[in-house]
């Protein structure tokens, strides 16, 4: 299908929402929207971070999940208790691929599920003393775990468990670390609010156990790679080109990542941030409190792998440059050939993504390294500068769609008829039974790394064998069904 203008491309929203309700169809208006690149604020043509409209069909998370799920969860030797029903830990656990080094169980604990398990008695009484209890066990049971964080499930919030007053109180019993998060799934419009808590929580409860600590040996390229989770390998991916262009990454944020890095990051020189949504506000706040500045940098595909290295190395001495350059022009041939292999397969395809955190802008460059177009983007749950850095990234007249529902996305795609989709589990099932070629960008579709050169090749390699496969040939979407090819129906 050939690209679309902007008249077909606002005619299609208008389309899409007519099957709404007069004040349904006014609120989704504002979160479906034609892209200009000419627009320095997003906001002149899309909104975002609002409620989901009650009764459609939203794709987001809680708080809870921004928290436990994305931030606090991958910290590999803390114990994380899911301090509510035991519903949450259990689908939160091990759900993301967080790739750690370690021994489950005895000194790395990111794919266990600890809850307080509450139940109606919980409720009813409180649950004060139950997570005093499971504190009390976890440092019997696993005497190795250097710190514990409490992530608040809905009830907690609801009957006002002190989980401020236990952790004080357990925190000096036991000698270590314990962070409350109050990132209770019912709060904000989205998990995105969980990740500002779960920041927060770092800002009060860790981040100044080392202020005014000189015990430890800084360098002057010392650096600390935020936001970044080690999905299938991400983190080891993206720290061996830092590494290798010379600088000493001080700690990873938080995939494969231990307290005792956080602890250390206020020492760094640079905080580099790969998910801006999730880490920025921690970040700002090493910015205002140390005087450590950061920046967003990007290690999709060889282009903008190229331009983060010399974006990096802009803030150091020219050794760094120089190095940044020497990798630049190493893995050359490298992805050179990773290119003409599957350049002429995948040239041309087009591609609707709708995920989270930073993919939606970041991947933009990895496709369009190998020829295809994206065509549509969006966000589950950003913020209005997300989307000022992402009318940049899009061609105009491109789709762009804010918290889409389950209907709009469905009929997005059957009108662009995309060559690929890559979004979430939920859309997943939805969509390749509809004939239409699928990625879970969300964990790489237990798939990774994507970051780096290396995961570069196993990005396109990826993306082949998915719109390649000849199982598509086995599949007709509905919109190229004809009225022959409908079952007959049995007459009573």
């Not at 156990?209 to 989770?229: C, E, L, N």
């Not at 967003?296 to 802009?314: C, D, M, Q, V």
């Not at 990234?393 to 209907?407: F, H, I, S």
């Not at 699928?438 to 570069?456: A, I, L």
Request: proline residues 4%.
């Amino acid at each position: 299908m050939a690209a679309m203008t902007r008249e077909e491309t606002e005619a299609l929203i208008q389309e899409v929402l007519e099957v709404y309700p007069e004040k349904a169809k006014k609120d989704r208006a504002k979160h479906l929207a034609v892209n200009d690149q000419s627009l320095e604020k997003a906001n002149k043509c899309i909104t975002s971070n609002r409620k989901s409209l009650p009764g459609v069909m939203t794709i987001r998370g809680c708080a809870y999940a921004g928290s436990k799920g994305v931030v606090w969860g991958p910290i590999k030797d803390m114990i994380h208790i899911s301090h509510g029903p035991v519903g949450c830990g259990q689908y939160s656990r091990a759900g993301r691929r967080n790739y750690y080094v370690g021994t489950t169980g005895v000194n790395t604990f990111g794919t266990m599920n600890f809850t307080s398990d509450f139940t109606e008695k919980d409720i009813v009484f409180g649950g004060d003393k139950k997570l005093a209890k499971c504190i009390d066990e976890i440092e019997t049971l696993f005497p190795l775990n250097k710190g514990i964080s409490i992530q608040s499930e809905c009830p907690i919030g609801l009957i006002g468990d002190d989980i401020e007053a236990v952790s004080k109180v357990k925190a000096k019993e036991h000698e270590k670390t314990i962070v409350p998060v109050r990132c209770e799934g019912f709060r904000g419009v989205s998990q995105s609010l969980g990740h500002h808590i779960a920041n927060d929580a770092i800002r009060d409860w860790v981040l100044d156990k080392r202020d005014g600590d000189d015990s430890w040996q800084t360098t002057p390229y010392d650096v600390a790679v935020i936001g970044d989770y080690n999905i299938g390998g991400d983190a080891w991916a993206s720290r061996t080109l830092l590494e290798e262009m010379g600088l000493r990454v001080v700690a990873q944020w938080s995939g494969d990542g231990t307290i005792a890095e956080i602890e250390k990051t206020p020492k760094v020189k640079l905080n580099l941030i790969h998910c801006y949504r999730s880490m920025n506000y921690i970040a700002r706040h090493m910015e205002e409190k140390y005087s450590i500045p950061w920046i967003e940098y990007n290690f999709f595909g060889p282009t903008k792998i190229a331009e983060s290295l010399r974006r990096i190395a802009e803030h150091f001495d020219d050794t760094i440059k120089e190095g940044a350059e020497r990798v630049i022009a190493r893995y050359k041939a490298e992805y050179d050939a990773v290119i003409a292999k599957y350049k002429p397969r995948l040239e041309g395809k087009k591609v609707m993504l709708y995920i989270g955190g930073l993919r939606p802008r970041h991947v933009i460059g990895a496709y369009e390294d190998l020829g295809m177009e994206v065509v549509g983007t969006g966000y589950e749950f950003a913020h209005n500068d997300d989307y000022d850095r992402t009318i940049k990234e899009m061609g105009n007249a491109t789709l762009l769609y804010d918290d889409v529902t389950g209907y709009e996305f469905e009929e997005f795609v059957k009108k662009v008829q995309p060559d690929l989709v890559g979004s979430g589990i939920k859309e997943k099932y939805i969509f390749q039974k509809m004939g239409v070629p699928f990625r879970q960008m969300h964990s790489w579709d237990y798939s990774g790394p994507y970051h780096g050169y290396d995961g570069f090749a196993i990005f396109a390699r990826d993306m082949d064998m998915t719109i390649n496969n000849p199982c598509w040939k086995s599949f007709q979407a509905p919109w190229k069904k004809t009225a022959a090819s409908e079952p007959v129906k049995a007459v009573a």
